[in-house]
């Protein structure tokens, strides 16, 4: 098979190249085929088919119909894979229309995944439903023909998108699904401007129908893949802040006004819920600031696409190697109390190894792998509107041995503070597997914001430039390929004539299969659970009948030195103390609370149609934790040694925070975190530790309080395994 792909570009037929090409650059060597896509270009960035985020939604003008997946031979030649099955149609887009996007080889280089819509309103006027699924392609060898078929079992009338293969060949891919599958929930809205999002990141076994979600992403998961250490590395939207429409409510409620977004609380997901007269909401801090016992806190605002890595089986999500925004994003960040002295709105940039910063209001797209050097990323480095997320390209080091403050970010293409990119932007780097670079490339040298189209986005092998050291366009890797298409907008006929762009490429080439350890419980708590003579089998047992997780911080008290924006010179109350190295005086907070905080869709707006998420309390009896009765709602006790340890509910968005001994919040998570039923996950601090704490010691490695605490107690729970092991 192996030398079938290799040769098959030998074979071109007469139907395939009519769409097609001239013959200035085909004669381009690649390694092996390149399978891509076309797309008629939307006529805006505004949560459209390449937008940074919305761009999961398949309505004929936010992806428009007349795009194919084409597979382009070593010597350039073309071969249009959904003609020859059948699929798509030039000139009127119709019931046989088609848009493409995001294809992915299997591991034996002899078939691929990739998400297509079909169909478009036949007359004018027509509603059409529609949704991105996810198909499958094979006849890639000579003298084959191309022949698709649509994955079983997988979510309809949802749009599924960016299928990958995992190790096991299931299919690890983002949808709009609800994340428990309730249809009233759906769409789901992002934290930003409550546009449609994914829920999240989700596993399909197509043979029995097994669907998991794997991370329920409040604001949007994107682009996965599946890299050589059998992690699954995908782009997160880290945007876990108050709703700004919501606080446009409350302002102009406040000033006698019309309400302009009609938000309002739900009193749970259940479709039975009550409509709330409230639009109350207090995680994390307010976006206009606010008072607390401790002064004055800061407006906080986050908006960033990160770098996100999950194992296979949903277990350990977090940023890349821990990785912050102290470390890709550094220079000016928010302290959350104003008046704490020893807070700094600056990072510590000596820190981290990292001297190139990504920008918020946007971040890291379209990661790849480099095949030559695991553990090397090329991205997009891009803003979050008006460029169709083209911009300069990155290359990230992410290798699992690696921590936030060594791993690196390096300029592959040229970049500008002003977004003036002269050479052109950059889209959807692939790196191939000789050392060579491709990527779609545009001449349009500035973002062309709401109502134009970019030039020319063509698929381009880029070459090195001399005196840059950097990468530019060279080569352009076929020759046009142009439709004239028109499609029906309601009552209006709209029309494109010209150059489809050509998107996401990827090499057709067979590849080693990945294998991923099991996340194992640390030596510390295995300690704790043999002393306490509980079985992590039986443990785990009873998380995954409850659905539910364990999770234990060894020490609350300790953050990492990076971290100056948050408070850092904490104490429990009678027990552990950690101060900064720095220290001479000032605040000292108690933190007496752990509060534990899920993400709920209960806000809705007017007449729209979904929910939004707002961080609500888990509620702890039904997780079956300790009553914590003089602590906030979903709460646990700090203990004496600065460990937490709580069971916490299972595929939902969780976020938390360490409050007083009245429950007012002193340090804020940033981030939504999902766990897997059964899942026992260790955060040695609060704020994980790279090398050092604030303290200048290590990571904390004591057998937590905490944890015996809880196991303790789990044995008293009626039914509970260990209920009948206690020594």
Known sequence: M?????????????????????????????????????????????????????????????????????????????????????FGSDGWQG?????????????????????????????????????????????????EKASITRIANQPERYNNLSPVYASDDRILFTSDRPHNGQAHLY???????????????WALEPTTGTLTLLSHAPSGAFNPLVDSFGR???????????????????????????????????????????????????????????????????????????????????????????????????????????????????????????????????????????????????????????????????????????????????????????????????????????????????????????????????LNLLEKDNATGLYKAGRKLTSGITKSVHWWSGTVQRNFSGELWELEAVEVRPHARPTQAPLMLEAPERAVFAEESVSESDLRTWLIDHNLALIVT?????????????????????????????????????IVHFQVLQGDMVRAYGDRAGRRVLAQPMEAQRAHNPANPNGPPGSVAIAADGSTAAFVPARRALTWQNTDSAGQPIVRERNWITLQPGEMRTCASCHGVNSLNQAGTATPTHKPQALRDLLRHWKTLPGSPGKYHQP
């Open 232 to 458: 699954i590395i995908f782009t997160r939207w880290d945007h876990l802040q108050q709703d700004r429409l919501a606080e446009r409510d409350r302002n102009a409620q406040g000033n006698g006004v019309a309400i302009p977004f009609g938000s309002f609380n739900y009193a749970g997901e259940h479709p039975e819920a009550s409509q709330l007269n409230s639009r109350a909401e207090w995680f994390p801090e307010s976006g206009a600031g606010s008072e607390s016992p401790y002064g004055r806190v800061s407006a906080f605002s986050s908006n960033f696409f990160t770098a996100w890595q999950i194992n296979q089986d949903g277990t350990g999500e977090e940023t890349i190697n821990h990785v912050g925004q102290h470390e890709l994003a550094f220079g000016f960040l928010t302290p959350s109390f104003v008046e704490d002295a020893n807070l700094s709105n600056r990072t510590l940039d000596h820190l981290h190894a990292n001297a190139v910063s990504i920008r918020r209001e946007g971040g890291l797209f379209h990661l790849r792998e480099d095949p030559l050097q695991p553990g090397i990323f090329f991205a997009t480095s891009a803003r979050e509107s008006e460029s169709f997320t083209t911009d300069r390209l990155v290359r990230l080091t992410g290798s699992p041995e690696l921590h936030g403050e060594q791993m690196v970010v390096t300029e592959v293409t040229p970049g500008d503070a002003g977004d003036l990119l002269r050479g052109g932007r950059f889209r959807n780097p692939l790196p191939l597997s000789n050392g060579g670079l491709v990527a779609s490339h545009t001449s349009s040298e500035r973002a062309p914001g709401f109502g134009t189209r970019l030039n020319d986005l063509r």
């Open 554 to 590: 060894r020490d609350q008290t300790s953050r990492d030195q990076a971290d100056r924006q948050q408070p850092f010179n904490l104490q429990v109350p009678g027990g552990k103390r950690t101060l900064a190295r720095t220290f001479s005086g000032g605040r000292v907070y108690d």
């Open 95 to 143: 019931a046989n229309s088609i848009a493409v996007r995001e294809p992915a080889v299997h591991w034996g280089g002899d078939k691929a995944v990739f998400s297509m819509v079909v169909g478009a309103p036949v007359v004018a006027g027509q509603a059409q439903e529609s949704a991105w699924q996810l198909y499958e392609v094979r006849g890639f060898g000579i003298g």
């Open 2 to 86: 192996k030398k079938r792909l290799l040769c098959w570009s030998s074979l071109v037929l007469s139907v395939v190249l009519l769409a097609c090409s001239h013959s200035d650059d085909v004669t381009v060597a690649t390694p092996y085929p390149i399978l891509f896509v076309t797309q008629v270009p939307p006529e805006t960035d505004d949560g459209t088919r390449l937008s940074a985020f919305a761009n999961h939604r398949a309505g004929v003008d936010l992806s428009p119909r007349g795009g194919d997946l084409m597979l382009r031979g070593v010597d350039g030649t073309l071969r249009n894979l959904t003609r020859e099955a059948g």
């Open 187 to 201: 769409p789901a809205l992002d934290e930003y401007e409550a546009m449609p999002t994914t829920s999240g990141l």
